[in-house]
């Protein structure tokens, strides 16, 4: 999950607004895009056009300058399906009958610039309401403000926590839009940018300016996210670990070490990182691929390793009659390896008009462990900004995804096994295709609403199933 936010100016009355802020909202876990560079694919359409994204308003008085960092979001997404056909469901498939749900997203942001290279940022959230069928049924669900397992706790925790060290390698410097992962309003052009601490993986690997952020642009799994990326996570989608990013005017090179869950879709860390931990790397070259068009071209790298189970030996165990059904989890404890790579593009067609587009693959033997359950991904879309039709702070978008799995993880789930998120009781395979629309209406200062749709064909890779509509409304407001 990923936003856009103002920056809130620390003042007399801050404190005042923290309480009311604390007492009305109720918080929940959201990723943020990284600070932006002239060079990036929004920042050069919106400089050459005079047009383009504009950022978030918010509702209270704001200020792009200061050491300090006070903000806040909320965001509801209410969704709802009909009656749809299937011939059998099992313990993690979405309903086939009408259902409807809603999540809410409560953030608090604070931070503190220690100097002109170092700054602390803390992140407090808390998560309330559901999403359809508890979240289960569908690989690239259809809401990801939604936490995996609706029995943890509702009260607030911290999301993130980190340290944020800048080393200049230059003298010259550059812009920087300040954000909630960094308050600085210049940086070196050339850099070594360093992060330690409680952190969300996508805050800065797969980062896409048109498809990542759940409050104001699209809200599917594997639009906003590359489906096949497993990236390290807890059941929140918060790990602990190092981002090194390094950064040139026209490329960055950035590496992540985390650590892993204890099992799959897991709350609890283990904190092995000599034996279970993940590496993720990503080259990312500023260039467009029409001739004069600002573009983004990102390639991704990760590998993961933890006691995840191997599907093929899961189908092996339950073929010679040692279990009932396979169980990726009935196993001795192991470390077993899962690695993947991904394309992540953008390209500006105008100064209001953005194609975006996601490549993912992983092995796939072993169990999806952290994100999801998708193996393969390829995804196209556009982002339009209001601009175009003469309200600037709109926007809309369409994508559309195609989601697969392994081989293995087919046979798996045919044969009455489960994952974390999917579990028909059996499967007649097909590709999970997702069509998703949306429309973001600013209605005043810091309110924005965004109806939607979603058109969902093979959920869970079944064609026993489906094809289901999902429609939604969502409510983001801005502090």
Known sequence: MRVHTKIIKVSKPWGLFL???????????????????????????????????????????????????????????????????????????LSPYYEKATS???????????????????????????GLSTGLGVA????????????????????????????????KKVDSERTVLSLFEELPRRRLEIRFGKISTVDFFDVNSVGSDTHLQFTNWSVDNNGAYDYAADTRGYTVGFVADY??????????????????????????????????????????????KAGVVRVL???????????????????????????ITHHPWHVTHKYGFGANLEQSLTGNLTAFGRFGWNNGKTESFAFTEIDQTFEAGLGAYGALWHRRKDRAGLAVVSNGISKDHQTYLADGGHGFILGDGGLRYGRENIVETF???????????????????????????GPVLVSSFRVHLEF
């Open 19 to 93: 309480i009311t802020f604390l007492d009305l909202v109720v918080f929940n876990g959201v990723a943020i895009t990284q600070e932006t560079d002239p060079s990036t694919p929004a920042a050069a359409s919106a400089s050459s056009e005079a047009v383009g994204p504009t950022a978030p308003e918010s509702m209270v008085g704001h200020s792009e300058h200061g050491r300090y960092l006070v903000s806040g979001q909320i965001n509801f997404i209410f969704q709802t399906h009909p009656d749809f056909s299937a011939a059998y469901s099992g313990v993690n498939s």
């Open 104 to 130: 809410r997203v409560m953030t608090l942001y604070t931070g503190v610039r220690l100097n002109n290279s170092t700054e602390v940022l803390v992140d407090i959230e808390e998560a309330g309401g559901a």
């Open 140 to 171: 690239g669900f259809p809401n990801m403000d939604v936490v995996r397992n609706p029995c943890l706790s509702k009260a607030p925790y911290l999301a993130r926590g980190m340290i944020h060290k800048v080393f200049s390698l230059s003298k």
């Open 247 to 292: 950064e040139e005017r026209r490329w960055g090179f950035r590496f992540g070490e985390m650590l892993m869950p204890k099992v799959a879709n897991g709350m609890d860390l283990l904190w092995r990182p000599w034996q279970v931990h993940a590496e993720n790397y990503e080259l990312e070259l500023r260039r467009g691929m029409i001739r004069k």
């Open 301 to 327: 790298g990760f590998t993961n390793h933890a006691n995840m189970g191997v599907y093929r030996d899961a189908v092996t165990q339950f073929q010679e009659g040692l279990v009932p059904v396979p169980d």
């Open 439 to 465: 429309y973001t209406a600013h209605i005043w200062r810091g309110m924005y609403v965004a109806p939607g749709l979603q058109y969902i064909v093979n959920p869970g890779y079944n064609r026993d199933r």
